[in-house]
């Protein structure tokens, strides 16, 4: 191994080692109390050293948020290709499934996600862009819902059922979190859900 590689191997361990101490300390006492400060002295670096691989909080709460959607992009796809040859439906609902739970198991991470990094890892217009952009982890997360609609899409646009979906997932992964749905009815709701976007269209105008 060369010198460079063998820097470059450490810088990663050390952005690595700041991103994972930080999930540590807000699934321990929320993403309110984790700071540069706090960071710095949980892993014994100096505060300019972890500058030097993020310039503040936000940086680094994007960094997990990324993180969390290439996490979930997994689960979601682990889900689809279980069920890969059964019915659509069952398959649609096993991917609603592993996408609420993975919500449930980790409410910090996806606080993180879909809450404190506003417009970081979601979708962002960039200027010199005619559409809108999103960081790679966010795309292969939308890509493991769209593959799971397209078989049941019944020529509807499977994009906008996919941005359907995963609004309404996420209104349902909150509204339970925050215990304002009751909790025994989770499956009863996807069920619901499915039907409602599998059925006859609505005619517009």
């Known amino acids: 191994m060369t010198p460079r590689e063998r820097r470059l191997r450490e810088q990663g361990q050390r952005r690595q080692l700041i991103l994972s101490s930080a999930r540590?300390?807000?699934e321990a006492e929320g993403w309110d109390f984790v700071t540069t400060r706090r960071l710095a002295e949980r892993i014994e670096y100096s505060q300019p050293v972890l500058y030097q691989h993020f310039k503040n909080k936000d940086a680094i709460v994007h960094a997990v948020a990324l993180e969390g959607f290439g996490e979930l992009a997994g689960a979601l796809r682990a889900a689809r290709v279980r069920h890969a040859g059964a019915d659509p439906l069952e398959a649609l609902d096993a991917v609603a499934r592993a996408y609420l739970a993975f919500a449930a198991k980790g409410p910090v991470l996806y606080q993180a996600m879909l809450?404190?990094?506003?417009?970081?890892?979601?979708?962002?217009?960039?200027?010199?862009?005619?559409e809108p952009v999103a960081p790679q982890p966010v795309l292969d997360a939308l890509a493991e819902i769209r593959l799971a609609v397209e078989p049941v899409?019944?020529?509807?646009?499977?994009?906008?059922?996919?941005?359907?979906?995963?609004?309404?997932?996420?209104?349902?992964?909150?509204?339970?979190?925050g215990r304002r749905l009751r909790p025994d009815l989770t499956q009863e709701r996807l069920a619901a859900l499915t039907g409602i976007l599998t059925g006859p269209a609505a005619p517009v105008g």
């Open 115 to 130: 809450t404190l990094d506003a417009g970081g890892a979601g979708y962002a217009a960039d200027p010199g862009d005619a």
């Open 153 to 177: 899409a019944q020529g509807r646009d499977p994009e906008l059922l996919t941005e359907v979906l995963w609004s309404t997932w996420h209104g349902l992964a909150t509204l339970t979190r």
């Open 24 to 26: 540590e300390m807000a």
